[in-house]
T-cell receptor, first 112, second 113 residues
């Protein structure tokens, strides 16, 4: 069964700083997803990473995937308050109808 | 095109009551899923369906039943609600493989007293 672990679970950072969220997964996952969730809202898709070495960037967020290490990272550059949210990574297992297996989420707070 | 919709948005039940959550999608997707989200736990798969008339258990199926009588609808039932089922429930759907996208509904916040 695919297990997904994120760290840190809580992150408070100052505006303008850089930081990385890590996502480890236990077995083969043919896709790696990153989602954002604002309080009381649904999940917003950020990135889907398909293969080893994949890197995707959108604004101040950059995601990468290392399938050999079973590791994905979400790098935040020059954080701004609007990035405050909970970020989830998820792997797609090969069973369960290609359902997603989620990490516990990283709650990010960006302060002035 | 409404995407994935969920009914109701909020509900409060007493222990032992029953209810059905409705998920509807207008994208002609085969695959549909029910997840629950609890604080600090991420989302966990309850049941899923790979097509009309089919359902299967996910990671946390106990206390829930599902039905997929029509392709566009996926119903989640609680026969006898328990406080442990207090959660936010998300429905999702996806097109066939090799599509990568999974579309999530807005969620149903359920409280069981």
């Amino acid at each position: 069964e695919l297990k997904v672990e994120q760290n840190p679970l809580f992150l408070s950072m100052q505006e303008g700083k850089n930081y990385t969220i890590y996502c480890n997964y236990s077995t083969t996952s043919d896709r790696l997803y990153w989602y954002r969730q604002d309080p009381g809202k649904s999940l917003e898709s950020l990135f889907v990473l398909l293969s080893n070495g994949a890197v995707k960037q959108e604004g101040r967020l950059m995601a990468s995937l290392d399938t050999k290490a079973r590791l994905s990272t979400l790098h935040i550059t020059a954080a701004v308050h609007d990035l405050s949210a909970t970020y989830f990574c998820a792997g797609r297992g090969l069973n369960s109808g290609y359902a997603l297996n989620f990490g516990k989420g990283t709650s990010l707070l960006v302060t002035p | 095109n409404a995407g994935v919709t969920q009914t109701p948005k909020f509900r409060v039940l007493k222990t032992g009551q029953s209810m059905t959550l409705l998920c509807a999608q207008d994208m002609n997707h085969e695959y549909m899923y029910w997840y629950r989200q609890d604080p600090g736990m991420g989302l966990r798969l309850i049941h899923y369906s790979v097509g009309e008339g089919t359902t299967a258990k996910g990671e946390v199926p106990d206390g829930y039943n599902v039905s997929r009588l029509k392709k566009q609808n996926f119903l989640l039932g609680l026969e006898s609600a328990a406080p442990s089922q207090t959660s936010v429930y998300f429905c999702a759907s996806r097109p066939p493989i090799p599509s990568d996208t999974q579309y999530f509904g807005p969620g149903t916040r359920l409280t069981v007293l």
